[in-house]
């Protein structure tokens, strides 16, 4: 091999490595990405429960000697809201647990004295010097397993009257916060060394085949966690994506060609620094989708969550406003909370679909033979429309391999509009299925008030609504949805229908969805 081929390789080597590096560097960034994203819920999810122990023990000072019929309704109103727990107790001034909610899971807590275990006796001891909600590490719970306390002091008149306190499983409240993340990533929370919990969607490598992990302290209250999150097998490959090893192969092949000519190098080169290039760009470009999808997953659920969060908070506020005041608020008012608790449910229910729309076609779910007769009579008997009214099968239907889920969805979205638009509670709705070679066509069709042509675009689109959500409840988002999921299966959607003559939606589905995405040139069914 000669001084050109040599140098040539050692290039060759430098450039792997540089890739390698940079490859390492992505996946670190993405993993920190993720801790932080850990750290967000985390904090949000423990700040809404010491907002909510801070009210329950304000409550109790305000009311003074509340009875205990009344505090385990209020109790009983906390642990439906939330989750995680374990129990909610109310401690007396000496430390003993007085009364427990629930009962049933905690018999060995009642009656028990905090003061026989250190930790929690510093923690009370802290709680009553300090006025504020104190958090104690982990501990070994009395019902067993592990888990953390929150400590609301009571006082009257600035004379300590107890505690209120809150007792959480890691387990149960760490599944419920992590439960919607990514399963791409492994996550593990450590308080001084030892391992409080930790959650896979994927079998762990073991630590030396998988040196790759992200760490960071995560303090809240005084007590510091360690969270770490480990990549999937999967993850890493989809980051890595073999482009050093490409590389190095592409490189060394050319050193050697190099090496028998230099005719041949000036030849070769040239071609080869064209077809580096091309393989780089469109590496970029498959590594970018790849990233923006998995960006917009990670965003589209934060932004469902992060915006949840306040929407119930808002929602319980207007409840706890309505408890305390119902004989002093005037009857405009009561009905102004009413709305504003129904307006409450309908954003949460805006943002589910909005959540949906964003992940169809992105998210596999495995194939299943469907025997769509059934799926429907499931459909209805899920919306439980007027005994007046008749949904009636015409024909045979067909059996399909798709993704059961989805074609759920286009069903439910169809009749259920058709349902809830009805202008007649003895409506009838009628559902039949064509073949068309790789594809069936099924039309569901009602005889409701109809759609004027002019809004058979329009009904399709993000948010659009031919009624006030006052006059028919919903988002706006059903048809859009269904015509994301139907095109995401190289289906096509289709209106037919006029003012006071039912509406007809016909939409293609294809036989079997495992070769939709083999044959991206199958022929697709044009409407008549």
Same mark, same amino acid.
């Given at each position: 091999?000669?001084?050109?081929?040599?140098?040539?390789?050692?290039?060759?080597?430098?450039?792997?490595?540089?890739?390698?590096?940079?490859?390492?560097?992505?996946?670190?960034?993405?993993?920190?990405?993720?801790?932080?994203?850990?750290?967000?819920?985390?904090?949000?999810?423990?700040?809404?429960?010491?907002?909510?122990?801070?009210?329950?023990?304000?409550?109790?000072?305000?009311?003074?000697?509340?009875?205990?019929?009344?505090?385990?309704?209020?109790?009983?109103?906390?642990?439906?809201?939330?989750?995680?727990?374990?129990?909610?107790?109310?401690?007396?001034?000496?430390?003993?647990?007085?009364?427990?909610?629930?009962?049933?899971?905690?018999?060995?807590?009642?009656?028990?004295?905090?003061?026989?275990?250190?930790?929690?006796?510093?923690?009370?001891?802290?709680?009553?010097?300090?006025?504020?909600?104190?958090?104690?590490?982990?501990?070994?719970?009395?019902?067993?397993?592990?888990?953390?306390?929150?400590?609301?002091?009571?006082?009257?008149?600035?004379?300590?009257?107890?505690?209120?306190?809150?007792?959480?499983?890691?387990?149960?409240?760490?599944?419920?916060?992590?439960?919607?993340?990514?399963?791409?990533?492994?996550?593990?929370?450590?308080?001084?060394?030892?391992?409080?919990?930790?959650?896979?969607?994927?079998?762990?490598?073991?630590?030396?085949?998988?040196?790759?992990?992200?760490?960071?302290?995560?303090?809240?209250?005084?007590?510091?966690?360690?969270?770490?999150?480990?990549?999937?097998?999967?993850?890493?490959?989809?980051?890595?994506?073999?482009?050093?090893?490409?590389?190095?192969?592409?490189?060394?092949?050319?050193?050697?060609?190099?090496?028998?000519?230099?005719?041949?190098?000036?030849?070769?080169?040239?071609?080869?620094?064209?077809?580096?290039?091309?393989?780089?760009?469109?590496?970029?470009?498959?590594?970018?989708?790849?990233?923006?999808?998995?960006?917009?997953?990670?965003?589209?659920?934060?932004?469902?969550?992060?915006?949840?969060?306040?929407?119930?908070?808002?929602?319980?506020?207007?409840?706890?406003?309505?408890?305390?005041?119902?004989?002093?608020?005037?009857?405009?008012?009561?009905?102004?909370? *009413?709305? $504003?608790?129904? #307006? =409450? @449910?309908?954003?949460?229910?805006?943002?589910?679909? /909005?959540?949906?729309?964003?992940?169809? %076609?992105?998210?596999?779910?495995?194939?299943?033979?469907?025997?769509?007769?059934?799926?429907?009579?499931?459909?209805?008997?899920?919306?439980?429309?007027?005994?007046?009214?008749?949904?009636?099968?015409?024909?045979?239907?067909?059996?399909?391999?798709?993704?059961?889920?989805?074609?759920?969805?286009?069903?439910?979205?169809?009749?259920?509009?058709?349902?809830?638009?009805?202008?007649?509670?003895?409506?009838?709705?009628?559902?039949?299925?064509?073949?068309?070679?790789?594809?069936?066509?099924?039309?569901?069709?009602?005889?409701?008030?109809?759609?004027?042509?002019?809004?058979?675009?329009?009904?399709?689109?993000?948010?659009?609504?031919?009624?006030?959500?006052?006059?028919?409840?919903?988002?706006?988002?059903? *048809?859009? $949805?269904?015509? #994301? =999921? @139907?095109?995401?299966?190289?289906?096509?959607?289709? /209106?037919?229908?006029?003012?006071?003559? %039912?509406?007809?939606?016909?939409?293609?589905?294809?036989?079997?969805?495992?070769?939709?995405?083999?044959?991206?040139?199958?022929?697709?069914?044009?409407?008549?």
């Amino acid at each position: 091999m000669n001084a050109y081929g040599i140098g040539s390789f050692v290039i060759t080597i430098c450039f792997s490595t540089a890739l390698a590096n940079q490859e390492e560097l992505a996946i670190t960034s993405r993993l920190e990405a993720h801790l932080e994203e850990i750290s967000h819920l985390l904090r949000a999810e423990l700040d809404n429960r010491v907002m909510a122990l801070r009210r329950m023990a304000k409550r109790w000072e305000s009311e003074r000697d509340t009875s205990k019929e009344l505090w385990e309704q209020d109790a009983s109103q906390h642990y439906q809201d939330l989750s995680g727990f374990q129990a909610l107790e109310w401690v007396d001034n000496r430390g003993v647990i007085r009364w427990i909610y629930p009962t049933k899971g905690n018999e060995e807590a009642l009656n028990f004295d905090l003061k026989l275990k250190p930790d929690r006796a510093s923690a009370m001891e802290k709680a009553r010097q300090t006025k504020t909600v104190v958090m104690t590490h982990a501990v070994e719970l009395v019902q067993g397993g592990l888990g953390f306390l929150l400590f609301a002091p009571i006082f009257f008149d600035n004379s300590s009257q107890g505690f209120m306190l809150w007792v959480f499983r890691f387990q149960a409240l760490l599944d419920v916060t992590f439960e919607r993340l990514p399963p791409d990533v492994a996550i593990s929370v450590k308080e001084n060394g030892k391992e409080l919990y930790r959650f896979a969607h994927f079998s762990e490598p073991s630590e030396t085949e998988q040196p790759i992990k992200a760490s960071t302290d995560f303090y809240y209250s005084g007590v510091s966690w360690k969270l770490s999150v480990t990549p999937s097998a999967k993850f890493l490959a989809e980051e890595r994506g073999g482009l050093a090893l490409a590389g190095l192969i592409v490189g060394s092949i050319f050193s050697v060609l190099l090496a028998l000519s230099m005719t041949l190098y000036q030849v070769a080169g040239r071609r080869a620094v064209s077809l580096l290039a091309e393989n780089r760009e469109r590496q970029l470009a498959e590594e970018e989708l790849g990233r923006s999808n998995s960006e917009l997953d990670r965003f589209a659920y934060v932004a469902s969550h992060d915006l949840k969060a306040p929407l119930r908070a808002i929602g319980n506020y207007a409840e706890w406003i309505e408890e305390d005041a119902v004989k002093q608020l005037p009857e405009k008012s009561k009905e102004h909370l *009413l709305k $504003l608790r129904q #307006r =409450v @449910v309908r954003m949460e229910a805006l943002l589910d679909d /909005l959540l949906a729309y964003s992940r169809v %076609g992105r998210k596999e779910e495995e194939l299943v033979e469907i025997k769509t007769e059934i799926l429907i009579s499931d459909v209805v008997e899920f919306l439980s429309p007027p005994q007046e009214f008749r949904v009636e099968i015409q024909g045979k239907l067909p059996i399909v391999r798709s993704q059961k889920t989805l074609l759920e969805l286009v069903f439910r979205n169809l009749i259920g509009n058709a349902i809830k638009h009805h202008h007649r509670k003895d409506g009838c709705i009628r559902v039949s299925a064509t073949e068309i070679g790789a594809v069936y066509e099924f039309v569901v069709t009602d005889d409701g008030p109809g759609i004027a042509p002019r809004y058979h675009e329009k009904i399709f689109q993000m948010f659009q609504r031919l009624k006030s959500s006052d006059q028919v409840e919903g988002t706006g988002m059903g *048809l859009a $949805l269904v015509k #994301r =999921v @139907v095109e995401s299966q190289g289906g096509k959607i289709e /209106l037919r229908s006029d003012e006071g003559e %039912g509406a007809s939606f016909h939409f293609t589905w294809p036989k079997n969805a495992g070769r939709v995405n083999q044959d991206k040139n199958q022929d697709k069914v044009e409407y008549a």
